[in-house]
């Protein structure tokens, strides 16, 4: 098992940033693949980025590429999302997830996920 707690989410004005981080414990880290997911209210889940086992590839869902950054370290078993620019619409609550795996995407199914953590941006 592996259990993924997210945190540094909260209230931003529109324009700013935050950096939220996952920190998975139970099994090693280093084989999954992690990603970030997002749900809005009324609104299905959505990936939003990946990242490969080893840091080396990432993967972006169009309308954050170039505002978000994903990267992870596998000494503290720890995944970060940093937002920038951010958008009313990028409003949700945001989940890590962990795939056991070379690489994450949308179109894998993935093995755990954590309870997410709110973000909101205000116009």
């Known amino acids: 098992q592996v259990q993924l707690v997210e945190s540094g989410g909260g209230l931003v004005q529109a324009g700013g940033s935050l950096r939220l981080s996952c920190a998975a414990s139970g099994r090693t880290f280093s084989p999954y693949a992690m990603a970030w997911f997002r749900q809005a209210p009324g609104k299905e889940r959505e990936f939003v980025t990946g990242v490969s086992w080893n840091g080396d590839r990432t993967y972006y869902e169009d309308s954050v590429k170039g505002r978000f950054t994903i990267s992870r370290d596998n000494r503290k078993n720890t995944v970060y999302l940093q937002m920038n620019s951010l958008k009313p619409e990028d409003t949700a609550v945001y989940y890590c997830?962990?795939?056991?795996?070379?690489?994450?995407?949308?179109?894998?199914?993935?093995?755990?996920w954590g309870q997410g953590t709110q973000v909101t941006v205000s116009s």
């Open positions: 997830a962990a795939v056991r795996g070379v690489r994450a995407g949308a179109d894998l199914e993935y093995d755990y």
